[in-house]
């Protein structure tokens, strides 16, 4: 594994609540991204972070925001969960020690439920 | 849009059979392409990346060929095994850090 962890791992919440979830890494690298995994759709990004302080959209950011205070923890949250937030969300890491191409390693991933 | 698709969506072969899974783009301004592999419930497993400028890149049973001309990649698994069981992403990169994903092929090898 590539020292990345997703806390929590499963989550059921209502409709409207807030929800944030965590990604750490070990591995000191720049980039750490979320995205979010449905059947028929595959693996969308949802935000990503270039370095503290720095993210920037993917293709599905609507209804989710992210912070970046340190190297290690990337935090998603869902400002007002929906039924459409269903899915599972998984983080990943790059940078350039991961190889010249920025080879990206995944966490395990977050089931999340909206009831 | 980048577009990124993975023929055919499942797959089911006997034991030791050598096999071909494939994934084809749109954009052929491609950085690199990556292969992950995803077991049920579990997160993604990197595989292989391979870079535009080469054209093969091998790891043990696995070999993964690159077609930037014709938009294709190729993930080759030879002498198949029942724990190969799972689904196979590919991934495609531009000049930016994100990746698009195709669909994965679920491959299911018999014992």
């Known amino acids: 594994d590539a020292g990345i962890t997703q806390s929590p791992r499963h989550k059921v919440t209502e409709t409207g609540t807030p929800v944030t979830l965590r990604c750490h890494q070990t591995e000191n690298h720049r980039y750490m991204y979320w995205y979010r995994q449905d059947p028929g759709h595959g693996l969308r990004l949802i935000h990503y972070?270039?370095?503290?302080?720095?993210?920037d959209k993917g293709e599905v950011s609507d209804g989710y925001s992210v912070s970046r205070s340190k190297t290690e923890d990337f935090l998603l949250t869902l400002e007002s969960a929906t039924s459409s937030q269903t899915s599972v969300y998984f983080c990943?890491?790059?940078?350039?020690?991961?190889?010249?191409?920025?080879?990206?390693?995944f966490g395990p991933g977050t089931r999340l439920t909206v009831t | 849009k980048q577009e990124v698709t993975q023929i055919p969506a499942a797959l089911s072969v006997p034991e030791g059979e050598n096999l071909v899974l494939n994934c084809s783009f749109t954009d052929s301004a491609i950085y690199n392409l990556q292969w992950f592999r995803q077991d049920p419930g579990k997160g993604l497993t990197s595989l292989l990346l391979i870079q535009s400028s080469q054209r093969e890149q091998t790891s043990g049973r696995l070999n993964a060929s690159l077609d930037k001309s014709s938009g294709r990649s190729t993930l080759y698994i030879a002498a198949s095994q029942p724990g190969d069981s799972a689904t196979y992403l590919c991934a495609w990169k531009g000049a930016t850090n994100k990746l698009i994903f195709g669909t994965g092929t679920l491959l299911a090898v018999q014992p």
């Open positions: 972070s270039y370095g503290v302080k720095d993210t």
């Open positions: 990943a890491i790059s940078g350039p020690r991961t190889g010249r191409n920025y080879e990206q390693y």
